[in-house]
């Protein structure tokens, strides 16, 4: 089975000041993948970044980073220079080989952008 | 259309009537996926589709719970006779392969679903 738990209900960030949303995970398979969403008010999931089980190198996509830690089982979701936009729902989710299927969420991150 | 469509954005409805969720998948996309979203569960999985087959319907909660899918597009989650509890965000999904991994799943907008 996988698990992926953020420990963060809800959050604050200086406007364009960095925030990290913490996601750990567990699994047994050794490859599998980590996204992390965006979901504001409006409802819809954003995909922002993902990282592969076996890439070497950690994700970026423009000012989202991901810092993955395999050895720790996490895969924290940086956010640089936040804007007020950035306000909004986070969620880490992964997916397994063998579950290739299905995507396991995390409870989110709510994060609020103060000007 | 270019996203992943979803009707209605909102239903309320009356416990025990039955209602229908609609999908419109991203043109082309050949995998379908159904989730739920609600306070106390949050983001759950319910079905997924390769083309018209569903290999995977683990997560539909119970009996009352069916979904298919016409023409490897569009698809239809129905529950019946619907009970307080289904009370939730009801997400649709595609994605252009099967399998997620190295490939990202496409939202939409979600239904709300109230039962009163």
């Known amino acids: 089975a996988q698990k992926i738990t953020q420990t963060q209900p809800g959050m604050f960030v200086q406007e364009k000041e960095a925030v990290t949303l913490d996601c750990t995970y567990d699994t047994s398979d050794p490859s599998y993948g980590l996204f992390w969403y965006k979901q504001p008010s409006s409802g819809e999931m954003i995909f922002l970044i993902y990282q592969g089980s076996y890439d070497q190198q950690n994700a970026t996509e423009g000012r989202y980073s991901l810092n993955f830690q395999k050895a720790r089982k996490s895969a924290n979701l940086v956010i640089s220079a936040s804007q007020l936009g950035d306000s909004a729902m986070y969620f880490c989710a992964m997916t397994t080989q063998a579950a290739g299927n299905k995507l396991t969420f995390g409870g989110g991150t709510r994060v609020l952008v103060k000007p | 259309g270019a996203g992943v469509s979803q009707s209605p954005s909102n239903k309320v409805t009356e416990k025990g009537k039955d209602v229908e969720l609609r999908c419109d998948p991203i043109s082309g996309h050949t995998a379908l996926y159904w989730y739920r979203q609600s306070l106390g569960q949050g983001l759950e999985f319910l079905i997924y589709f390769q083309g018209n087959s569903a290999p995977d319907k683990s997560g539909l909660p119970s009996d009352r719970f069916s979904a298919e899918r016409t023409g490897g597009s569009v698809s239809t989650l129905t529950i019946q006779r619907t009970q307080q509890e289904d009370s939730a965000v009801y997400l649709c999904?595609?994605?252009?392969?099967?399998?997620?991994?190295?490939?990202?799943?496409?939202f939409g907008q979600g239904t709300r679903l109230t039962v009163v």
């Open positions: 999904a595609s994605s252009p392969q099967p399998g997620l991994l190295n490939t990202e799943a496409f």
